[in-house]
């Protein structure tokens, strides 16, 4: 893989568009830029990344809300200024497909629009835009031939790689680094392969499925049942004190209470309370004497009611008959009817009047009797509706309602006299003050503890209930996994398969391990310059390294080791080189047998009296100075790339950090001319200085210098690199 150019807009401290061409010609592979530390020369390398990767370059799988956010922070401020935000990076690779370089052309833009940033990513190749299809194909390609994690081994910074190498973890990362460049990762396809097809309908996938999902589950029940005793342990701890709380409020409210101590809300609500009571209370002594005023003489008479009202409306029927009586009689009525008589051919008129008069004057005797009646009151109409109205609020008088009221006065001035006490006993303001503001802390508490515990028995429940789910998933998914474990014979063969392919990359390992062993040490003596400063190297199949030094041992010191730090030990000391030498000089095949020779004849007399063996003394990592580890790891880095056939772009941040003077212009002339078909090395004025400078000018392509305008608050490019003294 090459880098052709990148150009970047408004990335970073890159304002505006700024062209970098990074093209090599034959022996001229390095690419130098120069800048001070915080000219922009990492964020080159980020923008690099990301053109290429996309969200993987943050170790994301997609476009998701952290992505665009990593993105929005990578946007120049400047360009946030503009009315129209944008920013792209572009970046021009070649790539071999079926033997011939290809050149493609990668864009990712991105517009900040309505608060949104939105991100379109083109693909060219050989100058024709890829359709969505043959982009998926070119992306999966690019990851195959250069995956990110592969794409951060080649850049190689020189201030932290040592203490990165200083941690367990580089292991994994190196032989990470080995499997994919030398393609052994075909293997685990292989495996794969095996799998899916050894069946047949993709069980044994869906076995291998079942069988982590089983797994998983398992993981997460018992991760989820630990989460869950912690929980609990959290809510009985969160329940006791939340209880003190409660109890140390309620002892202290009891003995509040106990001295007959009333709160200043409760003394407003007594005090409302006494005036409610006292009101009412006034209301039934109006009501009473209003009763005593006018209804009392009244119920005395309440027995002859009923007779007064009979008579009364006897009398009122009396005076009505005599009324219509005296209109009725036969001399009103012969005036009345005088000229209607004949002319209705009534002859014996003055006979018919007095007839007609008294049928009509009998008809109106109903229930009276006019002759025997006598009037005892003989009163007139407004007297009798005043004697009715009397007569109406005497019947419905009720006794009851007049022995309520006063019974309901006496309770409401017992009530009013223990308010009136317990106001009377209440505590000083500056007492209740106190009080106040104990209980109101205490109070406080108890709801933050409440709080907490809600909370946690909310997710305790969560927890019981998805605790609940997993075992119900784990069930019926161990049945599952017990059935079609039955139904795969094949799996034998694919497990016999893996094995295979296991010790074929174990194998194939091996020899790349003694290939990058022996490459790293012949390099790294080659720019040291050190006789018998590291001997040997030594890759364990994990890919950790250790360092020997040649050293010779007699049969007493040998035997000495054996007794004083053990077999296990003295291996470490010496290698695996050594313990083999040893086995072979002593002709046994094992450590403890070793040790029995050794055991004994110590303390005799024996054929190896004097005999010395040449044997090794690791050499601790940490043991090396800073310098020194920088050139093994560029060695080490040096052999892994020689050992793979691999061409792809080194870039090397602050290449001498820690290197002296006296290796750095070996490492320029032999090691950055070499190590790769791209170099682009990023320095300071303090690395590659003009002696350098000319040393690396033979094998310069391109170079540039980065400045950062302080005032302008950007990165300024510009062609040639101004370390370099009168040579540049």
């Given at each position: ?28 592979n390095i ?9 922009g ?9 990301l ?12 476009k998701?809300?952290?992505?665009t956010?990593r993105?929005?922070e ?11 935000v944008?920013a792209?990076i ?33 693909v ?24 990110p994690?592969?794409f951060d ?5 020189g ?15 190196l ?5 994919t460049l030398?393609h052994?990762?075909?293997?685990d ?27 998983a ?24 004190r ?5 109890q ?12 007959g ?20 209370r006034d209301?039934?002594?109006?009501s009473?004497?209003?009763?005593v ?8 008479t309440a ?10 409306a ?14 009725l009689?036969?001399a ?8 209607l ?5 009534v ?19 109903t ?9 005892l009151?003989?009163l007139?109409?407004?007297q009798?509706d ?5 007569l ?10 007049i ?26 303001a ?34 019981a ?16 996994l ?14 016999r ?9 174990s194998a194939?390992?091996?020899?790349k391990?003694?290939?990058?062993e ?6 790294s ?8 400063f590291?001997?040997l ?15 010779p ?15 296990d030990d ?19 095949d094992s450590v403890?047998?070793?040790?029995k ?16 063996f ?6 601790e990592?940490q ?10 790891i ?17 870039v ?9 003077t006296?290796?750095?212009?070996q490492?320029a002339?032999k ?23 000319s ?7 391109q ?17 040639g690199?101004s ?6």
């Open positions: 893989m090459r880098i052709d150019r990148i150009e970047l807009y408004n990335i970073s401290s890159y304002s505006g568009a700024h062209t970098l061409d990074f093209t090599v010609k034959g022996a001229r690419i130098l830029i120069g800048g001070q530390n915080g000219t020369k990492t964020s080159l390398f980020t923008a690099i990344k053109a290429l990767y996309g969200p993987l370059c943050f170790r994301f799988q997609s998701n809300n952290q992505y956010a993105v929005k990578l946007i120049s401020h400047d360009a946030f200024a503009q009315e129209k944008r792209y572009e970046i021009g690779i070649e790539l071999p497909r079926d033997g011939v370089m290809v050149q493609y052309t990668i864009r990712r833009a991105w517009a900040y629009e309505d608060q949104k940033l939105s991100e379109q990513d083109f060219w190749e050989n100058g024709k835009l890829l359709e969505d299809q043959e982009l998926d194909f070119f992306q999966n390609y690019l990851y195959h031939v250069i995956p994690n592969i081994f080649f850049f190689f910074d201030e932290e790689i040592a203490g990165f190498f200083s941690s367990p973890s580089y292991r994994s990362y032989k990470e680094a080995v499997l030398d052994y990762d075909t293997f396809l292989i495996q794969k392969f095996c799998r899916r097809y050894a069946v047949g309908e993709d069980e044994q996938v869906r076995a291998q499925q079942q069988r982590e999902e089983y797994e589950v398992c993981n997460e029940l018992d991760q989820a049942d630990t989460v869950r005793q912690e929980r609990a342990l959290r809510i009985g701890e969160l329940e006791a939340w209880q003190q709380c409660i140390e409020r309620m002892d202290l409210e009891s003995k509040f209470q106990k001295k101590g009333i709160l200043q809300g409760e003394q407003d609500i007594l005090s409302k309370q006494l005036a409610v009571l006292e009101r009412r209301q039934i002594n109006l009473l004497k209003s009763f005023e006018e209804m009392d003489a009244l119920v005395l027995p002859v009611a009923g007779r007064l009202r009979k008579q009364l006897l009398e009122q029927k009396m005076q009505q008959y005599r009324v219509v009586a005296a209109q009689s036969p009103r009525m012969q005036d009345a009817l005088s000229g008589l004949p002319e209705f051919g002859e014996r008129g003055e006979e018919f009047i007095q007839s007609l008069s008294r049928v009509l004057t009998d008809s109106l005797k229930g009276i009797d006019p002759e025997h009646f006598t009037f009151h003989d007139s109409q407004e009798r005043m004697v009715g109205e009397v109406t609020r005497l019947e419905r008088f009720q006794r009851e309602g022995v309520r009221q006063i019974e309901e006065k006496d309770s409401l001035n017992q009530k009013a006299a223990g308010i009136r006490k317990t106001l009377e006993s209440a505590p000083s500056e007492e209740l003050r106190a009080y106040e503001e104990k209980i109101a802390c205490l109070k406080e508490a108890e709801a933050q503890f409440q709080a907490s515990l809600e909370a946690e028995r909310q997710q305790e429940e969560e927890y209930g998805k605790l609940e789910r997993l075992e119900g998933r784990r069930k019926s998914l161990r049945v599952a017990v059935g079609a474990t039955r139904r795969i014979d094949a799996l034998q063969y694919t497990e398969i893996n094995v295979m392919m296991q010790d074929m990359v194939l390992l091996a020899r391990r003694r290939e990058i022996v490459e790293t040490l012949r390099l003596k080659e720019i040291l310059r050190k006789e018998h590291i001997d190297i030594e890759l364990d199949e994990q890919f950790g390294f250790a360092l020997y030094r040649q050293q041992y007699s049969f007493e010191e040998l035997a000495a080791l054996f007794s004083n730090i053990g077999a003295l291996a470490h000391r010496i290698g695996t080189r050594g313990v083999s030498a040893l086995l072979g000089y002593f002709q046994v403890a047998s070793l040790k020779i050794f055991r004994r004849e110590k303390g005799q007399a024996t054929l190896y009296d004097g005999k010395t040449a044997l090794y003394k690791r050499i990592f043991q090396l100075s800073k310098g020194e580890k920088q050139i093994f560029l060695s080490l880095y040096w052999a892994i790339i020689k050992a793979s056939g691999r061409d792809i772009p080194f090397i941040d602050t290449p001498f950090a820690r290197i002296d006296e290796h750095r212009e490492i002339e090691m950055f001319p070499s190590i790769s078909g791209q170099v682009i090395i990023l320095s300071t004025d303090e690395e590659i200085t003009p002696p350098y400078y040393t690396l000018r033979p094998y310069i392509a170079e540039y210098t980065l400045t950062y305008n302080e005032q302008a608050g950007q990165t300024e490019v510009s062609p690199y370390f370099g003294g009168s040579n540049a």
